[in-house]
């Protein structure tokens, strides 16, 4: 992974970059065409992931058309795409249950300052870090936890209280069974075989598979209401429409976000929510987006043989998340399906990922009232395939039987955790399961020997001196025990200790080695 250099400005490196390199019309061709085709990926599934976290389908819109050019005006990336992702969805959720959508705003703004301190202070590399028996089990434990929320919608379900765990949601959903509906399940049944055959076919890889089935959908949804009442599906009009002096408003506001303090009118109710709550849910939204967003910009680099700033990137969606909440939107990061269908697309610079939020923002002037009739159930049925997508269950079950059994049991403990708990739990119990693991092992490659001097240059010791050759890291994981065999080895009048195969040595093997000397 790349790392931007102290000397280079952190800000619209990769724009910079793009620039300096020479911008033809050929290239801004190219970038338009990508544009279009990642905003018509990204309007539906804006929606879907904003609706998923509680919040109304427009502001999903307002995150991808705000931070999703800040991002890309500012950031590291040449062909990085930002906005709303299925990652987010497991922290968001939660904050909009507890504590209302002014409290995600905030938390989104703070999380912003922390990535752009971040990136200031070159932790770029740091997702290096993290082992992928982490990020697999927190990965898995995600698209668990989205497709376990869309089930509600998928089958037109009517829950008795809102679930604030995993745990109380499998209890609604077993006890909601017989609210299901046909119209909604229909829909979303087909929505669902209709993505996943398109994104198996041929013409699948070349246009995007929600641009076909979600018209369809609605137009499906739309024909079965027309049978009877029973036959109706919830759609996004008739789920955050409203009626105002007689008139109806449709779900999604014509017009472009306006600017507005990200807790105006909910003051009072902040005052009254736990302080150190919002603070915890910054530094996860902080964290999951760095994770995130390096991880794709590492795929992109491998798909267009660039090199991405790591630290330029943090600084760019950082200020794409201080700048969201103050037009309305929410936490965003660097989305990988979208990235690399920009870059399929034959995107060249991070101009494309401009486009792709001009055309967000031509979408609510002009296709506000179209996109209100998308079925509830098919947006679920986009949210299962992208959940399906970030899964590999063959691979996680392939690494679980012929890795080593610590790794196995790290990516289980934080499936288990993300899925029983939270992210942040998942990811810092993880981390710290597999350094102590890591730290065994290099423990075990540590070892000592009693010899003779053969091989050693210029020693000549006396019989009565014990030679004693080190080898491997001697740290605090190994330091007691090299010690310990020193001591137990026998009686001499001293002892020679040859470190010429010990790369490195902490505090604590210098203070073992001083107290037996």
Known sequence: MAEARPTQPLVACALRESMAEGYSRRNLLNDALAGVVVGVIALPLSMALAIA??????????????AGFVAALCGGSR???????????????????????????VASLLAGIVLVLMGAFRMGRLVEF??????AGFTLGIAVTIALIQLKDFFGLTFAANPESNFQR?????????????????????TLVALIGWGKSAIGKRIPGALVVLPIAAVLALLLASIGPEWTSSTIDTRFGSVIDGKTLGGIPIGL??????????MAH????????????AIAIALLGAIESLLSAVIADSMTNRRHHADGELVGQGLANIVAPWFGGFAAT???????????????????AMIHAVFIALALL????????????????????????????????????????????????????????????AVSVGVVLAALIFMRRMAELSGIDLGDTEGAQEVVAPPDVLYYRIRGPLFFGAAQRAMQEVRTSGVARCAVLDLSQVPMIDATGVSGAREYL
């Open 270 to 281: 902040l005052m009254t929510v736990d302080l150190s709550a919002v603070v915890r849910a």
């Open 79 to 105: 062909v990085q795409v930002t906005g709303p992702t299925a990652a987010f969805v497991v922290i968001l959720a939660p904050i909009v249950s507890e504590h209302g959508p002014a409290a995600l705003l």
């Open 130 to 135: 993290i082992p992928y028996p982490v990020t």
């Open 366 to 425: 002009f296709l506000g009232p179209l996109l209100g009739w998308l079925p509830m159930a098919s947006l679920a049925a986009l949210l299962l395939v992208i959940a399906k997508n970030m899964t590999d269950f063959r691979h996680a079950a392939f690494v679980i039987r012929t890795a080593p059994r610590g790794d196995s049991f790290v990516l289980v403990i934080c499936l288990a955790l993300t899925v029983g708990m939270d992210m942040v739990v």
């Open 257 to 266: 976000p306006s600017f507005s303090v990200p807790w105006s009118g909910e």
């Open 53 to 66: 976290c509680s919040m109304p389908p427009q502001t999903g819109l307002y995150t991808a058309l705000v």
């Open 170 to 190: 499998i209890i609604q959903l077993a006890s909601a069974w017989r609210t299901w509906r046909f119209g909604d399940s229909a829909v979303g049944v087909f």
């Open 334 to 352: 660097g989305a990988l399906a979208r990235t690399a269908a920009n870059v399929r697309a034959g995107a060249t610079s991070p101009i494309a």
